[in-house]
Structure formats: C-alpha cells, structure tokens
C-alpha cells in the first residue's frame, strides 16, 4: 500500500515552525506524508464586500483546481475570516471524500475574545481544524464521541474541548482510508 | 428504521444549496436539493424526506405555498422557512400552515445546529411510539460476535428494552465487552441521531469525575481556565453510559440521584441551572445488590437505574464462539495495523479454545493483537501466543538498546496489553506496533 500524502498550502502568515508543528501531529494521526508550502495568490477575488468576509465556498473551489495536479489531500489554510452563504462564518470546510480542504485560523487566537495570548492553545485550535478538515477528505463525517476530533464545532470552546485526535472508531477509518 | 435523518434543500439560490448540503452531509445527514417548489414536488414523489429546508422567495411557486402543499401530502414533515428579509406577517403565516421554524439568512453556525437539533429532536418523539409498537430486527451490532445460543439470548433482551426510555443495567466480568451492548441499546433506540456518550467512573477520582459529568465554569477550581460542558450536557437527547459504576463515592451517588430525578444540574462553580434530556445504561462486574445490603451503595440510586438489567455471560460460557471471534479480531488488528490477512494454525486454534479466559473477550482480543504483533505475517501459530516464554537478553548499553529494553520492560508489566503499554509509553499504538516489530521484542 502506497503511504497517504498531504499537502498543506499556506495562504497567510502562518511561520514554517509553526506549520512543522501541525504537519507532525497530522502527518502522524493520518500516517501521512504531510508537507506543506507558501502560496502567494490574491485574495481580492473572494472578498464579498457586503459581507466583509472572505467566500469558502470560492476559496474551496480554488484550491481544489490547484489540487488538480498534486497527489493526496490537500488543506488551504488561511489568515482571512472565511464565511458561506448561508452561515455567519465558518472555521473550515472540506469536501466529503473529496480532495480538499480549507480551514481559518481567524477566529481560533484569544485575542479574538479579549483573552490573553495563548500560542499553545492557538496551536493546538489550529492543529484540530486541520485534523477535522482533513478527516472530511478522508471521508469521515461528525462523530459524537466526546473528544474526538471530528466531533462538529460552533465555538472556539467547543474545539477547546475536544482533542487533536480522532476516536477509535475514526482512527481506524482514516487508517483504513486511502488518497483516492 | 432509518440511521440517517433525511433533509431537502429548496432553494432557487446554487450556493445556497450547496453551502447547506454540504454543511448537512458532514454532519451525516441524507441530503437532496431542489432549485424550485417545483422540483421539490416532484422529488416528493418518488422519495421520503424526514425536513425539508426552503427558501420563501423563489420564482414560481414561493416557499409558503410549498408548505402547504407538503402538509397535505404528509403531515408529520417537518418544514422549516428560510427567509433573506424576515417580515412579521410571513413568519406568523407560515408557522400558522405548519411550519416547524422561520429562519433569517445567513445564520450563526450555532442556530443551524440548535434548529436541526430541535427538529430532530422532533423526529425523535415521533418515532417512539412508533417503535414502540412495532417488532424491529436489531441493527448495528456488528461488533456483537457470536452466535451461540447464550449471545443470542441477551440480544433478544437488548431488542426488548432498547425502544424504551428505561434505564438499564448491565453486568458481567470484566472484558465480557458491556459497552458494545450499551452502543447496541442506543443505536437501536430513537434516541440514536443523539450522541451517546460513555464516562468510566472507575478511572477519575471524585472531583475529576464531578467536572467531567456535570463541567465546570471558568475559573471553578485551579487549571479551569475555559468553561467546560459536562457529559449530561453532552448527552442531552441521547444516553449516558456510566461504566463502572459501583465505584464511584457516596457523594456522587447522591449527586448522580438529583440529576437522574430532576435531569436539571448546575456546572462546577457555576450558578445557572442547566437542564438535559438523557437516558442512562450503567455496567459493573460487582454485584450491586449486595453492595446495597453492605450499605455501599444507596438503595434508592440502586432501584432509579435498575430498571432492566442485562447479564452478559462470561467467555467460557460461550466457547463455541471462539472461531469467530477470532477470525474477527485477526480482521480488525491486520486492517489497524495495514497488513495482509493473516490465519491461523489448527493447533493454535484448539489451544485458543482449550483456554478458560479469566479476562474474557478482551483478553483474547489482546492475546491476537500480540500474536499478529509478533507473528511472521502469515499465520497465527501457537508459539505466537502467550503460552511459551521466552528470555530477552539485552547487554550493551546504546541508546537503541535501553530504549528496547525499556519498550520490553513496559511490555512486560502491563503483561502485553498493546494499548495500555503505549499509554504508558506515551507513543500511539502504530509506533509501538513498529518498535516491536523492529527490535523482534518477544514476551518473557
Ligand atoms: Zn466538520
Ligand atoms: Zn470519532
């Protein structure tokens, strides 16, 4: 069997350390070859001026065109508040068994919510956006489990609460999945 | 009895619907769209959808009208109206024809869930009686190996009672596998689009056990630095599996009483009276009556939960189900472990059902995982097993060695359980799958 392959691509500012440190966890979670890259690329395009707020639903298809030529799975991750029509905002989306993914680090900072800054939690939110994202490409969908990581989530407490991994039943899911 | 709850999306808006169907697919949901009332009846036809979700202003037939013609195809639809511009008037109109929800685009992630929550919350409640009534064939209990006449038994029991709200009891050894029936009452319950959730009372001590049940508010206590919601809350329409229950205080026995009498709790340090809507299956491999009559355990608490109580028999009792569990647990581990399919020897077989199994079903589970560890990768022989003992000699002392000799060591104390040695490690299973493998670590 051919090992998985991931592919994060940077669409903000986010530092080579800091994306090391989620390429390690996921990479691992997923027993996955996770690499990950800068992207320089204009985000006017997906700007909704009435909305304030950068379209998922635009961003999504876009990286899953670049997503064309690379093998494996791959995740945008972006600095920018992302939202779809129908909902406020949203941390991340992906397509279910499907190629891609993205995910917002917008709204996972304390300072967001008046707190303290916390780069460890920042980057443990980060990391399970990630996970979950990637999860849906895989093909798994909301789990009920307490903890896991693809337990569904509207607030930042909620991802506080659940961990980086997934339960066993969606370990073994993710395990048994392949790139395509 | 359908798993998934089924949903259509109307809407003349494309981005719309696919922003709501792929919201709904992630959350395991069944989702169909239609761009117009049209489409939506004609979909209608030939197809059940358990919500539909529509848009008010559509060319053609608008949402409203939509409605009324949904209910007098089936009442029971629950149809929930989404508008970009809410006035008043529409909204009155529309829950006056039965509408379930009026809704204003776009809307917070948390209502989305909150509405279909409460709509399947619905489902739910319809579905009960439902059940109640009618002579269902038990589903999702694949994991349940065996067929023996004893295992079929308590199955017939788990039918019975899973439709009820009743609270439930099951007991039996140790690794006679409780929580699998606990997952087979819930899934086959209506309860079942809810989460069940499990908390084993043995491993947190009180006050853990206290905060993980009912959460604690910020600042509760030293390291409490977000709010938390406890597992009564997350449990809120579905089951609580309470593992181990025997042993938890007597003043968590008197707690758990108040939430199981009134379902209202307040969180650790905190003061506003949150209220959740569970069923509670407990397991223990004590014998709780005779905890009561030593005045270990409080009667009343006893009676609340011992509505039903399920007897999982222990292996020895089942042995001719061996096979397949065997067969089962060699799937499971090869797949986990991403190796070709392995068999097993004629001898190794009979040692396997010779044995009487103090540890159950869970430690045969264990006694595969090792073998297919250590194995050669093509069967399961009974030097595989832990039956034959051999001595590891390790002398030199490089950092490869220690660290062999430190994998073995924690091996060894936690007598070859996989998972347990890995925690103790503090590495996943996988890596310590591979650390065996490298250093041909045997038991000794
Ligand atoms: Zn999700
Ligand atoms: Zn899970």
Excluded at chain 1, 11 to 27: I, R
Excluded at chain 1, 95 to 117: D, M, P, V
Excluded at chain 2, 182 to 201: D, E, Q
Excluded at chain 2, 225 to 253: C, H, P, W
């Amino acid at each position: 069997m051919t090992q998985k392959k991931i592919t994060l691509f940077n669409f903000g500012h986010f530092d080579n350390d800091l994306l090391s440190e989620v390429g390690a966890v996921a990479g691992k979670e997923f027993d996955a070859v996770f690499t990950f890259r800068k992207e320089y690329v204009d985000l006017s395009e997906f700007f909704d001026s009435s909305r304030k707020q950068y379209n998922g639903n635009k961003l999504l298809a876009f990286v899953d065109q670049r997503a064309g030529f690379e093998q494996g799975k791959l995740i945008g991750l972006f600095s920018v508040d992302i939202f779809i029509p129908i909902l406020t905002y949203i941390y991340g989306q992906a397509y279910l068994n499907g190629k891609s993914a993205i995910a917002s680090a917008h709204r996972l900072s304390n300072e967001r919510y008046g707190l303290a800054r916390d780069e460890k939690v920042f980057l443990s939110r980060l990391i399970k956006e990630v996970n979950h994202e990637l999860g849906h490409c895989y093909g798994l969908i909301h789990c009920h489990t307490p903890g896991c990581v693809m337990q569904s989530s509207t607030y930042v407490e909620d991802i506080d609460q659940k961990n980086m991994h997934f339960c066993d039943s969606c370990l073994l899911l993710v395990r048994n999945a392949r790139d395509s | 009895m359908n798993k998934k709850i089924s949903l259509l999306i109307v809407d003349d808006e494309e981005s719309v619907r696919d922003s709501l169907y792929n919201w709904f697919i992630e959350d395991g949901f069944a989702a169909g769209c239609a761009e117009s009332a049209g489409a939506a009846l004609s979909m209608l036809e030939n197809n059940h959808f358990d919500i539909i979700l529509t848009d008010i202003k559509m060319p053609g037939m608008d949402g409203l009208e939509l409605l009324k013609r949904i209910k007098t195809i089936r009442k029971e639809t629950i149809v929930i109206i989404m508008t970009a511009f809410a006035t008043v008037d529409t909204a009155v109109q529309a829950l006056k024809d039965g509408a379930f929800d009026y809704v204003t685009k776009p809307f917070d992630p948390d209502d989305l869930s909150h509405l279909i929550r409460n709509a399947s919350r619905q489902i739910m409640l319809s579905q009960e009686n439902e059940q109640l009534r009618q002579h269902l064939s038990l589903e999702h209990v694949e994991d349940i190996i065996g067929n023996s006449e004893t295992i079929r038994e308590v199955l017939h029991e788990v039918q019975q009672v899973a439709a009820s709200n009743a609270s439930v009891i099951i007991t039996g050894e140790s690794g006679t596998g409780k929580e699998l029936f606990a997952k087979a009452i819930h899934a086959n319950s209506p309860r079942r689009y809810f989460p069940l959730v499990s908390v084993h009372c043995g491993a947190l001590s009180e006050s853990l056990l206290e905060s993980e049940l009912f959460g604690h508010e910020k600042g509760a206590f030293t390291g409490a630095v977000y709010n938390r919601k406890g597992r009564f809350e997350m449990a809120d329409n579905g089951t609580i599996f309470l593992d181990e229950i025997a042993t938890i205080s007597m003043k968590m026995q008197i707690e758990l009483l108040r939430v199981l009498e009134t379902k209202n709790f307040i969180r650790v340090g905190g003061n506003k009276l949150i209220s959740s809507d569970f069923r509670v299956i407990c397991a223990t491999n004590r014998d709780l009556k005779q905890l009561v009559e030593e005045g270990r355990f409080r009667e009343d608490l006893y009676y609340r939960l011992n509505v039903v109580n399920i007897r999982i028999p222990p292996l020895r009792n089942r042995m001719e189900d061996i096979p397949e569990l065997v067969q089962h647990f060699i799937k499971k581990y090869c797949l986990a472990m991403s190796r070709n399919l392995v068999g097993i020897e004629a001898a190794a077989l009979l040692k396997l059902q010779e044995y009487d199994y103090p540890g159950n079903v869970r430690e045969l589970e264990n006694m595969i995982e090792r073998a297919i560890v250590v194995g050669n990768g093509k069967e399961i022989r009974v030097k595989d097993l832990p039956l034959q003992k051999e001595i590891a000699t390790i002398s030199s002392e490089s950092l490869e060695d220690l660290e062999k000799k430190h994998v073995l060591s924690i091996l060894n104390k936690y007598d070859w359980n996989i998972s347990r040695a890995a925690k103790a490690l503090q590495v996943d299973r996988v890596t310590l799958y591979n650390k065996i493998k490298k250093y041909d670590l045997k038991q000794g």
